[in-house]
């Protein structure tokens, strides 16, 4: 069974500065997958995943959430000349609180220090801000980000993501350890 629209959701079909998002593809899953093992680095991603891995992951978790009215996340394909650039979300969906996790990769063809991923990413944080808060009503959005990455914490920053904290020494990628950078955005009442 292959599922096509969150339940939750007004429209299949999002568009923000001729970028669409569409509720995530099928089709897009091997993608991803690579994409997740090229950068596992910067996931919190521990081992590579495989075609059943995925395939398990889109029909066990993205198509149950799609049937929920309240799921624990919302995740879309990013399309740009209806092209699979990324995919992105939010994730831990807290109904009660109002609150998610963003989750953000693009293909790795893109470095994340680069112009093409910062257009995609900035994009991407206008569209989930202006979902999250018109019409899913959460309350907040929370990122946590590796402190490799500096552009995309500038780019949180300049999209009114505000620095909440700091985890020293959170996470160990390649046998280092990286701190975590904890960015907040609150709805405006």
């Known amino acids: 069974m292959i599922c096509y629209a969150y339940r939750c959701l007004k429209n299949t079909k999002y568009i923000k500065e001729n970028i669409s998002f569409v509720s995530l593809r099928f089709d897009d899953m091997t993608l991803i997958k690579n994409w997740r093992n090229d950068q596992i680095n910067i996931l919190r991603q521990n081992k590579p995943l495989s075609d059943e891995d995925q395939q398990r992951y889109y029909f066990e978790v993205v198509c149950k959430s799609m049937q929920d009215k309240k799921p624990a996340l919302v995740l879309f394909s990013i399309l740009d000349k209806e092209v699979c ?11 009660v609180e109002g609150s998610a996790e963003i989750s953000f990769l693009v293909d790795t063809a893109f470095p994340y220090d680069g112009n093409v991923f910062r257009e995609y990413f900035e994009n991407f944080l206008d569209f989930i801000k202006d979902l999250a ?3 899913l009503n959460l309350n907040w959005l929370f990122t946590e980000t590796y402190d490799i990455r500096p552009k995309v914490v500038e780019s949180l920053e300049k999209k009114s993501f505000l620095f909440k904290d700091r985890l020293p020494r959170h996470v160990i990628k390649n046998g280092a350890y990286y701190d975590s950078v904890i960015h907040v955005c609150k709805r405006e009442k």
């Open 85 to 95: 650039v990324g995919y992105g979300g939010l994730t831990n969906i807290d109904w």
């Open 133 to 135: 808060f018109s019409e």
